[in-house]
């Protein structure tokens, strides 16, 4: 194997394997139309590959559990009639991620939001078929996101209403009380959400966009629903949607974006029905979804062949920079990361037509620095950099920190990654709240380390990440501090482990030695990075995650174990 494996057709690369959102999007638009995947069974086996001892399930094998990927693996099992095991351990997973003021969050410790608080509420009673626990307190939290124009926020005095807020929020009400009475004023609800609706007939996400998009659309649909209601314009509505559908095939996400998608087609097929209409081709439809089906199992959001990530991408770029064949604004792989950074939302898209997350981006405007393409006066060949900064600030959340995409609870890597797009850009930190901010990396502070979240657990890369976002806001003193509490994580076969004494990993080795360069400190001498790097290198630029896993884990792990190798200066890259 080699990296060349991971290239797709449209000049990308992808990271091996079925992708969870859309193997999720996939099995749930085939039982709306009453068919199933090619191979139930390999997707189902697919899904529980994801789950983890704790009775969560991840996003990919390997990483911990969130309520995101739990809702879509649980949910998706149980479209395709298989078991769900272990269901107490599940449930009380579960319940351990309810924040005290009746919010769920996405992993145990963090603060709550909307969107883990959907996931939960319909996981406990769709799959689990038990009550939401707290009921009281979840009352009292989903009634406190109503803002004062009448939509919902991301959480409790959010600072800008959403339709997809408006949709989490009122399919968790829902799903925790039934036809019970919303604690909203509904009719302003109702009026919010109607007044996103464009006179092309298709919705926005806010009062920003200007463009419709099936997610949008479909989001605003449901959520309309759920309050009793329809869109006041029902039939260009329905007429908006069906033309989204391409000739003998699938739908695209947007009026000028070329390719269907299967998120796309599970946006289109469930707001059809609900407005109580049809698929206008249902048959190819089901073709394309099939056509997304992989031999293993489960689906990618198109063909295989041509289905690039950002991640996988920029991987492949970084790893060429740390050679002998430097990359170039020209190449496929640098064109096709400046193509994800669509017109509809301000950051890099994980894939095009879904959404822009900051991990992605960080990736993409690293990898492109590379090339030589980066920054505001160099739009033809970078990225918007004033687009990406305007998306950054409306991106942070109350409490200082970040989250992955919009309106998802604050957590140290898209904190930090927030800061580090911003230098690459040659943006001051001070675009955003620097207060609020070091107030987040405060609250996830344990003794000499920091906290993925704030309630979380101390790790190697949780500490150096809070070590550079200090140093990136002008906290010196504070950042060398947390530097030198990264001593304990070295580890006696080479690297840096997640905890003290703990087995070494890649990723807490880069973010290690990553902080050292940035805060301009020597390398350790008992660190031994290059003896750890024999220990998970398995092939010509593959790498293993750690040394207890000798198979190549793809190019992620790649990029990662190539630049510690070889670059003499490693780009700020996070997971």
Known sequence: ???????????????????????????????????????????????????????????????????????????ALRDLGAEIPEQDELAAWLTATQHGSGGFAMTEGQRPDVWATYYATRTFREVLARPVPGAAELRDWLGALQRPEGGLGWYPASAESDVRACYYGAMAWRAAFSRERTPWREPDLVDWL???????????????????????????????????????????CARWITARQLPGTGFTRWDAYPDPDVWAAFSAVGALQTLGGDVPDAAAVETFLHDCELPQGGFTYRGAEGAGDSLATASLLLVRSAGDDAPSPADQEAQWLRAAHLPYEGGVMYMPGRGAEIRCTLWAVSALATTGSRGPDDAADGLDADRLTEWLRRLQNRDGGFGYWHGRASDMVATVSALEILRQLDRPAEVLDTAALRAFLDACRDGSGHRHVPEGRVTCASTAQAARALHLIGEREAARERLEALAPYASRLGGYAATPRGVPDLVSTYQAVLTRQTLGAPPRADDDVPRFLDKVRVGTDLYAWSPLGRRPAGPLAAALGTLLHRAPALPPLNL
């Not at 859309?22 to 994801?50: E, K, N, Q």
């Open 1 to 75: 194997m080699t990296l060349d494996t991971f290239r797709t057709t449209d000049g990308g690369a992808r990271q091996g394997g079925a992708d969870l959102w859309c193997t999720y999007a996939a099995v749930r638009t085939l039982t709306w139309l009453g068919r199933a995947p090619a191979d139930p069974a390999a997707t189902a086996r697919a899904l529980l590959d994801c789950r983890n001892a704790d009775g969560g399930f991840a996003w990919q094998k390997g990483l911990p559990s969130d309520v995101w990927a739990t809702y879509y693996c649980t949910q």
């Open 194 to 236: 109607g007044a996103r609706q464009t006179d092309r007939g298709g919705f926005v996400f806010d009062e920003h966009a200007e463009e419709p998009c099936l997610w949008a659309t479909f989001r605003a649909v449901r959520a309309l629903d759920a309050l009793g209601a329809k869109p006041a314009r029902t039939e260009d």
